[in-house]
């Protein structure tokens, strides 16, 4: 059974960081694109950014240019999102999710998805 399980959620205030990872139960070599969405109470769920697995290629929202950073450990099979100068509209919850195809942005693409992780950016 696939599994991806995020962590680093947290309360952070704004302009504060945060790191995510997405770990995989598998090898992350076994898909072809990882990325991290988020879902903000009655929003729709938003590609973040994805990277592709076999040459770290990535996709990055305008909304976190420049903010946040996507890397890829495939000697220990994870995806990081380093979130940097945090804003209130970045509180969501963030999840990962990966394919075994080429690296696309929209989260219908994605089969293989974690529970989700809670970040709440807040004074």
């Known amino acids: 059974q696939v599994q991806f399980v995020e962590s680093g959620g947290a309360l952070v205030q704004p302009g504060g960081s945060l790191r995510l990872s997405c770990t995989a139960s598998?090898?992350?070599?076994?898909?072809?694109?990882i990325g991290w969405f988020r879902q903000a109470p009655g929003k729709e769920r938003e590609p973040i950014s994805c990277i592709s697995v076999e040459d770290g290629r990535t996709f990055v929202a305008d909304s976190v240019v420049g903010r946040f950073t996507i890397a890829r450990d495939n000697a220990k099979n994870t995806v990081s999102l380093q979130m940097n100068a945090l804003r209130p509209e970045d509180t969501a919850v963030y999840f990962c999710?990966?394919?075994?195809?080429?690296?696309?942005?929209?989260?219908?693409?994605?089969?293989?998805w974690g529970q989700g992780t809670q970040v709440t950016v807040s004074s």
């Open positions: 999710a990966a394919r075994r195809s080429i690296l696309v942005t929209m989260s219908y693409a994605y089969p293989y």
């Open positions: 598998s090898s992350t070599m076994d898909y072809r694109a």
